[in-house]
């Protein structure tokens, strides 16, 4: 499948922004997505953004989206200890016959 | 509320043994999936099928099968279970193939001893 990267491992401070990061290679994704998995569970949809956007807003979550460096990030306002979690950045495109393509994951861990 | 499960949280079985994984989904989804998750590896897709009867191979099939005979469950099936598929299994279903959202089971942890 396409490539899709992003860093293992963030430690943030209680109260602090997250920011995760993801490139991937598909230059023909329509649609780019971010996964939350809390441990023990299944995947869970944060938040999406089409890829004719550039920014996305939803609460504390803001998806930024450069498309001519095919970079992602998803920034976490004021973390709270019930963001650690595992987050998947995920992307769905043409050159893929549309089937979603994960990066490795990036384990967000909150400390007090 | 969209539901897809799982038939079991973990399961143990010995090398050689035939395994079947089993996932049902609620909401009359066209497309399913199964992936596995490794650590470091992220969740990679074995095999998927958009309709009834139909199935395609993912990025990582080998000593894998599936199975659908009818539009809610999809089945993994695992010929003869070697070690190195010890994993936690995940399906999906999704209600179109350009789609906004993938609904996830809780997944199933599976050790191969």
């Known amino acids: 499948g396409e490539d899709v990267e992003q860093s293992l491992f963030l430690s943030v401070r209680e109260g602090d922004s997250s920011v995760i990061n993801c490139t991937y290679t598909?230059?023909?994704?329509?649609?780019l997505y971010w996964y939350k998995q809390e441990p023990g569970a299944g995947l869970q949809l944060l938040t999406y953004?089409?890829?004719?956007?550039d920014m996305k807003q939803d609460q504390r979550l803001t998806v930024l989206l450069n498309k001519k460096d095919k970079h992602l990030s998803l920034r976490i306002a004021d973390t709270q200890t019930g963001d650690s979690a595992i987050y998947f950045c995920?992307?769905?495109?043409?050159?893929?016959?549309?089937?979603?393509?994960f990066g490795a994951g990036t384990t967000v861990t909150v400390r007090a | 509320d969209v539901k897809v499960t799982q038939s079991s949280r973990y399961l143990v079985k010995r090398t050689g043994e035939k395994v079947f994984l089993e996932c049902v989904q609620d909401?009359?989804?066209?497309?399913m999936f199964w992936y596995r998750q490794d650590p470091g590896l992220g969740l990679r897709l074995i095999y998927f099928?958009?309709?009834?009867?139909?199935?395609e191979k993912g990025d990582i099939p080998e000593g894998y099968s599936v199975s659908r005979e009818k539009k809610e469950r999809f089945s993994l099936i695992l010929e003869s279970a070697s070690t190195n598929q010890t994993s936690m299994y995940l399906c999906?279903?999704?209600?179109?193939?350009?789609?906004?959202?993938?609904?996830f089971g809780q997944g199933t942890r599976l050790t191969v001893v």
């Open positions: 999906a279903s999704s209600g179109n193939r350009v789609t906004t959202e993938a609904f």
């Open positions: 598909d230059s023909s994704s329509t649609y």
């Open positions: 953004i089409f890829s004719n956007m």
């Open positions: 995920a992307e769905i495109g043409r050159s893929n016959d549309y089937k979603l393509s």
């Open positions: 909401m009359d989804h066209e497309n």
């Open positions: 099928s958009y309709d009834v009867k139909m199935k």
